[in-house]
């Protein structure tokens, strides 16, 4: 097992943050919240001559656990350091930055995307009678997920519609395709191809113009005019990260996994766009709701 012998003597951890902004900086609030070993933070530098500094100072500190926090961090480390345990979090796709590859048995950590039949069940409680959902992806972003979601929601009897593209200008045609194909529901995933200002800004607009919900996977296009999102509460990733790290401290237990799903993810809506959509937005979904726009 990694570390056996730091385990019982050394008791600090090093955490690795790629930016100093306000999701990173909950994430690790949550972490302290359940993990109350000594900890040293180091940030990411932009320049290649000072992170080899910080590389140099995390190895000569011997901690017993590194917490790394965002890509940029994650993959500073993740190449560098093989005998000590890398925990990471605040990632959104960490199967395509080789996160779950073979080689790297010193590392997991809690993944941003929220598994694609959590979110598909959440739309279809918000919309009971939906029966085709349309998905604009890039294969090589977000494959797996969209395939997780077509298994689930083949289950369900609710046809999924593809539009896989590959280039951003893409999107508006596709979108509009997916419309006439008479799609109940719009599905965003976390897909850099998919996502730009412009394109959200397109797709939010053209849903409400169709009365077509618009789900997504995070709340900034909710206040925006998407109907939905789940996202997950960084305070919480930081805690469940925490916990883990405890469990490997104590018990000497790294995860199985390389990829974790986060625990508690938030629901918001846009009480606004579900009046112009002529959605009925029940009492429970608002009170089970995060946060409401209206």
Known sequence: ???????ADNSE???VQGKDIHPYTQALEGFKSEC???????????????????????????PVLVLTIGLNATLLVKDEI????????????????????????????????????????QLAEVIPNIKKIGVIYNEN???????????????????LVFENISLKKSVPKAARRLVKKGVDALWLPP???????????????LS??????????????????????LSPDYFAVGAQAGEIAKDIIHNNNFPKESVITPKV???????????????????DLINSAKNIFE
């Open 36 to 62: 109350d070993f000594k900890i040293t933070t180091f940030f990411v530098e932009s320049k290649l001559k000072k992170n080899r500094e910080v590389l140099k100072k995390i190895k000569s500190k011997k």
């Open 208 to 229: 409400i113009e169709n009365n077509i919900a618009l789900m997504t996977y995070a709340g900034s296009f909710v206040q925006a005019g998407a109907l939905l999102s």
């Open 265 to 283: 993810v938030n629901l918001d809506m846009n009480l606004k766009t579900a009046k112009k959509i002529k959605i009925n937005i029940t009492d």
């Open 13 to 15: 951890i090093v955490v």
């Open 141 to 159: 972003n977000t494959g797996l997920l969209i395939e997780e979601g077509r298994r689930f929601l083949k289950d369900k009897n609710i046809d």
């Open 82 to 121: 093989d005998d000590i345990p890398i925990l990471y979090c605040m990632v959104m796709n960490p199967e395509k930055h080789g996160l779950i590859e073979s080689g790297h048995s010193n590392i997991s950590g809690i993944t941003l995307k929220v598994p694609a039949k959590t979110q598909l069940a």
């Open 191 to 205: 897909d850099q191809t998919i996502v730009t200002i412009d394109s959200c800004k397109f797709l939010i607009l």
């Open 1 to 7: 097992m990694l570390l056996t012998e730091a385990l």
